[in-house]
């Protein structure tokens, strides 16, 4: 079975620090992760995703992640933190040809000014 | 303006008086699905589409059904809805095309509330 594991209930960060949000996954086979964010009353905007190739994926809104196979995790930075990026954020996972998407817990970012 | 819409947006019902939550999708995907949104559990699927008529459950199936009549639409029903259905729910939609990297875009949410 694929899950993921977002081992940070809430990030806590300084504006103009960088930022890193944690996942970790299980999935037999090749996995494809993604990163959504979800801001307060709103529903989940995608940010990125990864699916083969370059180990650093690149997102919106600055945000970037980076697949380690070897350390199973797929965590999203980001350079400079600003206080608009305070929201929750889920990681999930899917394997290859699988149809279900498994999120993780999700984990509450607050940047302060 | 390519987008996943569901009515209402916020329901407060009773213990046992069914329901319906409509979602329609305006992008032609082929993938359908409905989530729970849970303090401290994220999302959980209950139920996914592949293309019209064609449904499976997903991890929380129990108490729910669904139907997929229209390629662009997948209503929620909840038949007897019990308080522990009281949840926040999601409707996402993607296409599909076999390997499972289409990204999936979600609604704007349902919070219900069952009394």
């Known amino acids: 079975a694929q899950s993921v594991a977002q081992p940070e209930d809430q990030v806590n960060v300084a504006e103009g620090n960088p930022l890193t949000v944690k996942c970790t996954y299980s999935?037999?086979?090749?996995?494809?992760l993604f990163w959504y964010v979800q801001y307060p009353n709103r529903g989940l905007q995608f940010l990125l995703k990864?699916?083969?190739?370059?180990?650093l994926v690149k997102g919106s809104y600055g945000f970037e992640a980076e697949f380690n196979k070897s350390q199973t995790s797929f965590h999203l930075k980001k350079p400079s933190a600003l206080v608009s990026d305070s929201a929750l954020y889920f990681c999930a996972v899917r394997p290859l040809g699988g149809y279900a998407l498994n999120f993780g817990k999700g984990t509450s970012l607050l940047v302060t000014p | 303006e390519a987008q996943v819409t569901q009515n209402p947006r916020y329901l407060i019902t009773v213990t046992g008086k069914k329901l319906t939550v409509t979602c329609s999708q305006n992008m032609n995907h082929e993938y359908m699905s409905w989530y729970r949104q849970d303090p401290g559990l994220g999302l959980r699927q209950i139920y996914y589409s592949m293309n019209v008529e064609v449904t499976d459950k997903g991890d929380v199936p129990e108490g729910y059904k669904v139907s997929r009549k229209e390629k662009r639409n997948f209503p929620l029903i909840l038949e007897s809805p019990s308080p522990n259905q009281t949840s926040l729910y999601f409707c996402a939609s993607s296409f599909w095309r076999g390997s499972g990297t289409d990204t999936q875009y979600f609604g704007p949410g349902t919070r219900l509330t069952v009394l």
């Open positions: 999935v037999s086979g090749n996995p494809y």
């Open positions: 990864y699916i083969t190739g370059d180990n």
